[in-house]
């Protein structure tokens, strides 16, 4: 297994644009979490998902931001028209389900978003 | 917003030292995890301890919860250059969610 990986690394788009961002958790992983991060700050929760129900947004989260996870595999998370305060660092991490107890995340690399 | 603040925001010691670093929350937890960045890897679990844990150890790392005092600490003995990272603390937000909040972090640098 190779681990959560995340597609593309590295994103420049224009204020306006659509992005969308795309993460493979670790195959066995039941739960699938989406952060934001900015510099010299912590991941900030956005939404996360149980198989393919998604089961809590962050209320900081504007309409701009979908994410979704079909069939409970991997996902993707949409920003539509684009400003300036999107730019981050974008994390997917999974995590076991293990009999309903809290387990540790297992991050991918991120993608770094730049809006201009 | 953060439900972690971590304590010190940032640290420097020389290599062989002890790091020590607090967390604290708000509300009452299920667990707390703590994480480590760098460049490069990216966040990297390091230990996970329930809220009917008072202490964990895994291999240099020590970690400690006080839930009375909604509090963490995470003690990094024998410190290496290599340990050089931010470190995360991260709790569930409780209410039976599995939703994480992590903290502002503690850039440690350990000199060589």
């Known amino acids: 297994d190779t681990g959560v990986s995340q597609d593309p690394r590295h994103k420049i788009t224009k204020r306006g644009q659509n992005v969308t961002f795309r993460c493979d958790p670790i195959?066995?992983?039941?739960?699938l979490y989406w952060y934001r991060q900015t510099l010299g700050q912590g991941p900030e929760f956005l939404t996360y998902?149980?198989?393919?129900?998604?089961?809590?947004k962050s209320r900081l989260l504007s309409d701009r931001f979908s994410a979704e996870r079909p069939k409970g595999s991997f996902s993707t998370l949409e920003i539509q028209r684009t400003e300036q305060g999107d730019s981050a660092m974008y994390l997917c991490a999974s995590s076991p389900l293990a009999g309903g107890f809290y387990n540790e995340q297992f991050f991918g690399p991120g993608t770094r978003l730049t809006v201009l | 917003s953060q439900q972690g603040e971590e304590d010190p925001q940032a640290l420097s010691i020389q290599e062989g030292e002890n790091a020590t670093m607090n967390c604290s929350y708000k509300?009452?937890?299920?667990?707390l995890q703590w994480y480590r960045q760098n460049s490069g890897r990216g966040l990297v679990h390091l230990i996970l301890i329930r809220s009917n844990e008072r202490e964990k150890h895994s291999g240099r790392l020590r970690v400690t919860l006080d839930t009375s005092k909604k509090s963490s600490s995470l003690l990094i003995t024998a410190s290496r250059a290599a340990d050089t990272a931010s470190y995360f603390c991260?709790?569930?937000?409780?209410?039976?969610?599995?939703?994480?909040?992590f903290g502002t972090g503690t850039r440690l640098k350990v000199l060589a």
């Open positions: 991260a709790t569930d937000a409780g209410g039976g969610t599995y939703k994480y909040i």
């Open positions: 509300t009452s937890i299920n667990n």
């Open positions: 195959s066995e992983h039941n739960r």
């Open positions: 998902f149980q198989n393919e129900a998604q089961l809590e």
